[in-house]
């Protein structure tokens, strides 16, 4: 060691000029010289801290790859602690002693961590010198660096919560965004949220843990500490990743409770208090799986911040029924989490019924029957059930209506079949009359199975050679993938390779949907050909996974009741011209007029529930018409939405023929609807009219004689039908009796609930008619709705 000294002393005499007056332990004494290269290395040393913390705050990728690696830096930062204090140590008693100079430099060096420093233990040789002081500075800087991050990756979403609620003092112009819970349906959304609005900084996502949710994060201890802090923590991370904040109520929010109990019990306060300083739309999240706390809670809310009216929405996660129903209200929505994986389907063409039943598309009609089999007929099951029996409504090729086939298997099979035809009678009756029907055939036979698929093995084997669609949806996710895997190897034995069969697998789970994907990626996309060159067109589909259900497309923009909304503006643009009466005009916007009508529609009169059954009844129809408009294209071969880029070609110019003839109809209606009104004309031979102008439009322009005519009524046949189908699954029954198109909502009758052909028969009825050509113009017209 003293050699050391030396030869720096003679480095310093040589470079500085003088001798160095104080013993340094590596030379780097005062000096002219040493002074300014010291001086350097301080400025370069916090210029490369200043752009640490800057590089840092900005690039919130680096921060997550060092909170995950704190280790290997805390191991780094220790050992040179050890060895800066080995050499700071080596003199006096332990100068020649490495034990106890090692054990002295490892506990001063794990003392670091918790800001505690030995440096009046070490040498004054030590203490003397520039260079060793800036490291031994540099190395408890980093470990004091290294404790905050672990003491912030522990505290640091809640902690940094509150300071950001707590000092928030003027008001902001931003959207804020409040989940109630932390299940994955929230994280989902509040993701989706986060990446679609990104480049959108005026709005601010909250998570509110409340005492109702077990989980690891309930109690503070030394053991949640550590499982708090373990890398593995996916909500947390997820959290931070979206740049979220995280707050706790004491108490579960519930309805009746008055101001005192929100201060005291809730709590909430700091929340509170950031909601009244977002100036922007404020949105409620009730998403957890346990839905009788979701009604509780939301109902709570919707009534605490009804005054904020379109400015502050509760959305519920709860199925759709007449408990939902009685509490729905423009600030609280209900989300039925069943109805958005169905609506996954009804979106693609290719996934409908229409793309199963060889459509003519020169005359409209369906070739084939319907067939399908539904396994487990729980939410999912009952939905799909919805979506099929609406959706597979066509004009036979042979007959007024296309057979529908439909095999359902639960093991509570008997309890929900009863329970099916007490919500929905007129199915049942529709059933019933066609079975004691004298003239044949049937076009729809429905039919419960009790047991699983291995007990109904001889049902699947027989049914599995016709079947056109299935849908696997029981309640264990992850025997559904067997259960289609299993349908797929039986389809292989039994089926011939020329009838196209897909099998839809429901999973809600998203690390079990993407496993599925991965399945049916290999089965799909596997060679599916036989040595003679034979296609075999069977498929396996998942669907219904969060990730795809709670999107800022789903729950934020509402895309089901945007797409309703701009059918109903499309549709009331000539619906409104079409009446006897006196014509009103129609909104500006889609948004006015839909409002229009559910202000008409007023719940706190007399009329309240008769006026609240109408609007469910017409609004379902406008959301189920913004889904057909792809149906009665394909139907027809107008449909752009397939892969095959010379079919689209092809549909594209059979689209451009068909709605040019039925908006030169429709025009040609439109006036002649002016004229009666004039003349005060009681003119009721609409339909009469219509097939006139559609036979002029087939001579003007050179088409077969007949052809669109007979087309378009199918179509209007079809869309009769789809919409008898979903007043039955509404619960509505025919108005017997009826002497005009009479309807009772309370009662839920109406008198257009009849086939087709009696609608012609009736000459009061048979001007209805030209509501369903309506529907075929602005299907035409929305093709890019």
């Known amino acids: 060691m003293g050699k050391i000294i030396f030869m ?138 290294i404790s905050a991050a672990f003491i912030l990756h522990i505290l640091g979403i809640r902690a940094i919560s509150y300071l950001k609620m707590r000092m928030t003092w003027w008001k902001q112009e931003r959207d804020l965004y409040v989940f109630l819970d932390l299940s994955q349906e929230s994280v989902n959304l509040a993701k989706d949220i986060y990446n679609t609005r990104k480049c959108d900084n005026r709005f601010r996502i909250v998570f509110v843990k409340t005492p109702m949710e077990e989980s690891h994060l309930e109690r503070f201890s030394f053991s949640h500490i550590l499982s708090f802090a373990d890398s593995r923590n996916e909500t947390i991370e997820e959290l931070m990743g979206i740049n979220a904040l995280l707050t706790y109520s004491r108490k579960s929010i519930t309805i009746g409770m ?53 400015a502050c929405v509760v959305i519920c996660r709860a199925n759709h029924d007449s408990i939902t129903e009685s509490f729905a209200s423009p600030n609280l929505k209900f989300v039925d989490s069943a109805n958005l994986a169905v609506m996954e389907l009804k979106k693609d063409v290719a996934y409908q019924p229409v793309s199963f039943v060889r459509p003519d598309t020169k005359t409209g009609v369906a070739t084939k029957p319907f067939r399908s089999i539904i396994i487990g007929f729980g939410e999912t099951g009952f939905e799909v059930f919805r979506f099929l029996y609406e959706f597979s409504s066509f004009v ?17 099979a008997q309890q929900i079949e009863n329970s099916l035809y007490l919500h929905c009678p007129t199915v049942e009756e529709k059933e019933e009359k066609e079975k004691n029907a004298n003239v044949p055939p049937r076009s729809h036979f429905i039919t419960f199975h009790s047991g699983t698929v291995e007990s109904n093995r001889r049902l699947i084997v027989e049914q599995i050679e016709t079947t056109d669609y299935i849908v696997v949806c029981t309640d264990n996710e992850k025997e559904n993938l067997s259960i289609g895997i299993t349908l797929l190897n039986l389809a292989y034995k039994y089926r011939p390779y020329s009838e196209k069969l897909a099998i839809f697998i429901g999973i809600n789970d998203n690390r079990e949907y993407k496993k599925a994907q991965e399945i049916a990626k290999f089965y799909n996309e596997c060679g599916r050909k036989d040595k003679e060159g034979h296609l075999y067109e069977f498929t396996i589909i998942p669907f219904g996974a969060k990730q795809q259900l709670f999107t800022y497309k789903n729950i934020i923009e509402d895309d089901i009741l945007n797409k309703a909304k701009d059918f109903y503006f499309e549709y009331q643009k000539t619906s409104n011209l079409l009446g006897a009466d006196k014509a009103y005009d129609c909104a500006a916007d889609k948004d006015t007029e839909w409002n229009d009508r559910r202000k008409g529609k007023k719940l706190n009169v007399d009329k309240g529930l008769w006026n609240k059954n109408e609007l469910t009844q017409k609004e379902a129809q ?72 559609v036979a ?34 509404l619960g509505y029954r025919t108005f017997e009796n009826a002497t005009s198109n009479d309807k009772h909502y ?26 369903d050509y309506n529907t075929i113009l602005v299907s035409m017209k929305g093709a890019n709705i």
Request: net charge negative; aromatic share 12%; proline share 2%.
């Open 8 to 145: 720096t002393d003679v480095l310093n005499i040589f470079l500085g000029g003088q001798e160095v007056e104080e013993q340094t332990i590596f030379g780097c004494s005062h000096s002219s010289l040493a002074d300014w290269v010291m001086t350097t290395c301080n400025c370069l040393t916090a210029l490369f801290v200043i752009l640490a913390i800057f590089v840092l705050w900005k690039r919130k990728s680096l921060r997550k790859r060092i909170i995950s690696h704190l280790m290997p830096c805390a191991l780094a930062v220790f050992v040179l602690g050890v060895v800066l204090y080995f050499v700071g140590f080596w003199h006096e008693g332990t100068a020649n002693n490495w034990l106890a100079c090692a054990f002295r430099s490892i506990t001063a060096s794990m003392e670091m961590f918790v800001s505690e420093s030995e440096l009046i233990e070490v040498q004054e040789a030590c203490k003397n010198d520039m260079l060793y002081m800036l490291l031994f500075a540099t190395t408890h800087f980093l470990a004091i660096c």
């Open 258 to 310: 008055d101001e005192r109990a929100w201060k005291e019990t809730v709590g909430l306060n700091n929340l509170r208090r950031y909601i009244k300083k977002c100036t922007g739309k404020i949105r409620f999240f009730c998403l957890s799986p346990n839905e009788e706390n979701n009604i509780n809670t939301a109902v709570a809310l919707s009534k605490r911040y009804e005054k904020y009216k379109d």
């Open 396 to 412: 036979g090729k042979d007959t007024e209506e296309n057979p529908f086939y439909c095999d359902i298997i639960d093991p509570k």
């Open 622 to 693: 406008d959301m189920a018409n913004a889904w057909h408009i792809q149906t009665k294209l394909y139907l027809v071969g107008a449909c752009c939405y397939c892969k095959d880029n010379e079919y689209k070609c092809v549909a594209k110019e059979r689209h451009a023929q068909l709605y040019g003839c039925i908006e030169f109809v429709t025009q040609k209606l439109l006036v002649r609807m002016e004229e009666a009104r004039k003349c005060e004309e009681d003119f009721k031979k609409s339909h009469e009219f219509i097939l006139e102008q």
């Open 696 to 729: 002029a439009y087939e001579h003007e322009h050179n088409v077969p004689a007949g052809e669109y005519q007979t087309l378009f009524e199918n179509l209007a046949k079809c869309e009769h039908l789809r919409w008898n189908a979903s007043n039955r699954l």
């Open 746 to 771: 309370l009662q839920k009758t109406h008198a257009c609930m009849v086939p087709y052909e009696e609608l012609l028969a009736n000459e009061v009825l048979r001007d209805t008619i030209k509501y």
